[in-house]
């Protein structure tokens, strides 16, 4: 079993940067493909970035441009840097997981799920 913990969400005005944070447990983290969701009010969860364990990354057209992930494998911890942020990127965000193959921006393609972090941003 996994366990991902997610930090750094908070209120932060358009035009902001914040970084996100998911540590997780286990031994081989290096070769979890990791992804960055979001939810908004009243929305579906969707896809906002994605890193392989060969580190391909994978962006929403929507963050491309704006949000970087990385990973400290070292650390089992993956980054999610956004900058510029804008009122429409408010939503609770979380980590996944998965050490299968699958869909990078497939929700059901992940097998652990953080509790998620909070991001507000405010106009």
């Known amino acids: 079993q996994v366990q991902l913990v997610e930090s750094g969400g908070r209120l932060v005005q358009a035009g902001g940067s914040l970084r996100l944070s998911c540590v997780a447990s286990g031994r081989t983290f290096s070769r979890y493909t990791m992804g960055w969701f979001r939810q908004a009010p009243g929305l579906e969860r969707e896809f906002v970035v994605g890193?392989?364990?060969?580190?391909?990354?994978y962006y929403a057209d929507s963050v491309k441009g704006r949000f970087t992930i990385s990973r400290d494998n070292a650390k089992n911890t993956v980054y999610l840097q956004m900058n510029n942020l804008k009122s429409q990127d408010t939503a609770v965000y979380y980590c996944?997981?998965?050490?299968?193959?699958?869909?990078?921006?497939?929700?059901?393609?992940?097998?652990?799920w953080g509790q998620g972090t909070q991001v507000t941003v405010s106009s």
């Open positions: 890193i392989s364990s060969s580190g391909s990354t």
């Open positions: 996944a997981a998965r050490d299968r193959g699958g869909s990078v921006v497939l929700s059901d393609d992940y097998d652990y």
